[in-house]
């Protein structure tokens, strides 16, 4: 079966690439599958744990948004961030997640009395670590 050259790229290194036969992405108009020979595209990914899918196997990667380029032969993801279970960690991703989780639960709460919780970046927050959370427990399953 052909496969596609995947590229998830940090600011900081290119943090992932494989020859793949599937990914799977959230994006703002829900989840996207991307293919060998898959129509040239441009789309904005959400914080989500990206399902890399090979013949025999699945891996995540965790992304915390960014951008996605398709071209038939070769995927590249523009990441605000990225990381592979191996570089997670996961005591800090629970805090955060925790964290974000309270301050949302705080302002649903009193929204009047606690006007300075900016929950959109609460819940992006929240986003961002149950990606992590999803991507580093796949290695125990």
């Known amino acids: ?8 790229i940090s600011p900081d290194a290119i943090v992932y690439q494989a020859d793949i036969k599937m990914l799977i992405v959230n994006s703002p108009v829900g989840e996207l599958g991307v293919m060998p020979r898959h129509l040239p595209m441009i789309a904005e990914l959400l914080p989500c ?5 090979f013949e025999d196997h699945e891996e995540l990667v ?3 948004g960014g951008f996605m380029e398709v071209k038939p032969d ?3 993801v523009l990441a ?13 991703a629970e805090r955060a997640y925790e964290r974000a989780k309270e301050r949302i639960a705080l302002f649903k709460s009193a929204p009047l009395k606690h006007e300075e919780i900016d929950v ?3 819940e992006y927050a929240l986003q961002r670590a149950l990606a992590r959370l999803k991507t580093v ?3 125990r399953s």
């Open 49 to 53: 744990a990206m399902r890399v899918k």
């Open 80 to 92: 605000s961030a990225a990381e592979t279970p191996i570089m997670i960690d996961e005591l800090r």
């Open 74 to 76: 070769k995927i590249t």
């Open 120 to 122: 959109p970046r609460a």
């Open 137 to 139: 427990h796949s290695t």
């Open 1 to 8: 079966m052909p496969t596609i050259k995947l590229e998830v």
């Open 62 to 64: 965790a992304v915390a």
